[in-house]
């Protein structure tokens, strides 16, 4: 069995096509798919989805890009609703990006992304956490926010292996997607070589950040192989091990 962490499957670019990109993901043997959510809009269709589809589990949270969106006296009571269903499982996406930070001001992803943190706490939670180009101030945050019996998951991780370390000593686990199998990827192959396996997940990101050899085109959760496979390369194990152990640290982490 093989498990992908994350994707979008709510996204504009695989309406009318679920049925099909789900089939597919069966055919290439995955069992669980977390879609999380990005606002209101996108994580009432990861429920949607989760209800739709046996394999599909849903996160509920705003992403630093959509913040402003936030509406403190609105969604922290619809957060709280949304996770009474069994298949919500995590508070996500949510984080900061100071990549794209024109949308959003760094001071008003920080309050979103706190006050986000605080609902996982008291939900019980994990959280999945998006970091670009935020390392310290992410990293700065989970560990005076977070509770470490909550837990997460730093998504399509691209930090150091140093920050690894101290994410891993906090208890979070570490996705890995699509980037790993770039030709010019640096820090992930280091990062993977280093890191305990029963701590990494495998995600696509879909409809994104797609790896080789279909790099270019549209991602899909079936495409998670190929991720599995780098792995299996870069820690010389046999690529079932990564399937399964990937799959196990899922199931634990999101507790299913
Ligand atoms: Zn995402």
Same mark, same amino acid.
């Not at 890009?65 to 936030?70: G, K, L, Q």
């Not at 992930?188 to 050899?213: C, F, G, H, N, Q």
């Not at 899922?250 to 299913?256: A, D, K």
């Given at each position: 069995?093989?498990?992908? !962490?994350?994707?979008?499957?709510?996204?504009? $670019?695989?309406?009318?096509?679920?049925?099909?990109?789900?089939?597919?993901?069966? %055919?290439?043997?995955?069992? #669980?798919?977390?879609?999380?959510?990005?606002? %209101?809009?996108?994580?009432?269709?990861?429920?949607?989805? !989760?209800?739709?589809?046996?394999?599909?589990?849903? =996160?509920? @949270? #705003?992403?630093? !890009?959509?913040?402003?969106?936030?509406?403190?006296?609105?969604? *922290?009571?619809?957060?709280?609703?949304?996770?009474?269903?069994?298949?919500?499982?995590?508070?996500?996406?949510? @984080?900061?990006?100071?990549?794209?930070?024109?949308?959003?001001?760094?001071?008003?992803?920080?309050?979103? #992304?706190?006050?986000?943190? @605080?609902?996982?706490?008291?939900?019980?939670?994990?959280?999945?956490?998006?970091?670009?180009?935020?390392?310290?101030?992410?990293?700065?945050?989970?560990?005076?926010?977070?509770?470490?019996?909550?837990? =997460?998951?730093?998504? !399509?991780?691209? @930090?150091?292996?140093?920050?690894?370390?101290?994410?891993?000593?906090?208890?979070?686990?570490?996705?890995?997607?699509? *980037?790993?199998?770039?030709?010019?990827? $640096?820090?992930?192959?280091?990062?993977?070589?280093?890191?305990?396996?029963?701590?990494?997940?495998?995600?696509?990101?879909?409809?994104?950040?797609?790896?080789?050899?279909?790099?270019?085109?549209?991602?899909?959760?079936?495409?998670?192989? #190929?991720?599995?496979?780098k792995v299996a390369e870069i820690k010389e194990i046999p690529v079932e091990e990564v399937q399964e152990t990937t799959f196990e640290n899922?199931?634990?982490?999101?507790?299913?």
């Open positions: 069995m093989l498990a992908d !962490s994350h994707a979008h499957l709510d996204d504009e $670019r695989f309406e009318n096509e679920v049925d099909t990109i789900i089939e597919n993901a069966r %055919e290439a043997g995955i069992g #669980f798919i977390l879609n999380p959510g990005t606002e %209101e809009s996108t994580s009432v269709r990861a429920i949607e989805l !989760s209800q739709t589809y046996d394999i599909v589990y849903a =996160g509920v @949270g #705003f992403h630093p !890009s959509d913040c402003a969106s936030f509406d403190k006296n609105k969604h *922290p009571k619809m957060i709280r609703k949304w996770c009474e269903q069994d298949k919500v499982l995590a508070i996500g996406e949510i @984080g900061l990006d100071y990549y794209y930070d024109d949308g959003a001001p760094r001071d008003l992803q920080k309050k979103v #992304f706190e006050e986000q943190i @605080g609902l996982a706490n008291e939900l019980k939670k994990p959280i999945i956490v998006h970091d670009r180009d935020a390392h310290g101030d992410c990293l700065d945050m989970v560990k005076s926010c977070l509770d470490p019996n909550v837990g =997460g998951v730093f998504h !399509s991780y691209s @930090g150091s292996v140093e920050m690894a370390k101290i994410l891993l000593d906090f208890g979070l686990y570490l996705s890995i997607g699509g *980037p790993l199998t770039f030709k010019n990827s $640096r820090k992930a192959p280091d990062v993977v070589k280093y890191m305990p396996l029963d701590r990494l997940l495998i995600e696509t990101d879909s409809p994104y950040l797609t790896p080789v050899p279909y790099r270019g085109r549209r991602n899909e959760p079936a495409y998670v192989r #190929f991720v599995a496979e899922c199931q634990r982490l999101f507790g299913v």
